[in-house]
């Protein structure tokens, strides 16, 4: 993976992180980092999606770690 994969799926990851805690605890740790209003009143189920979105963003961890060369087409 080159690095500007690696950046884009590093984001990504971020971004699903931030959506987790969204998800739980209602709170935005971009806008408390950069400024904003931190707290996300959120409906049961956007919650739900939310984190869903974290969890997948936790998994898309082991992508960013992973051996490239592992699963390569070994021609």
């Known amino acids: 993976m080159n690095w500007l994969s690696r950046l884009a799926l590093l984001l990504v990851i971020i ?9 739980l605890f ?8 950069f400024g904003g209003d931190a ?5 049961m189920l956007s ?8 969890l997948s963003g936790i998994y898309c961890l082991t992508f960013l770690f992973a ?7 070994q021609h």
């Open 26 to 33: 209602e709170w935005d740790l971009v806008s408390a980092v």
């Open 39 to 43: 707290m996300r009143p959120s409906s």
């Open 47 to 54: 919650r739900i999606v939310y984190s869903l979105v974290g």
């Open 15 to 23: 971004g699903a992180l931030n959506w987790l805690l969204v998800g």
């Open 67 to 73: 051996d490239p060369r592992v699963g390569a087409d």
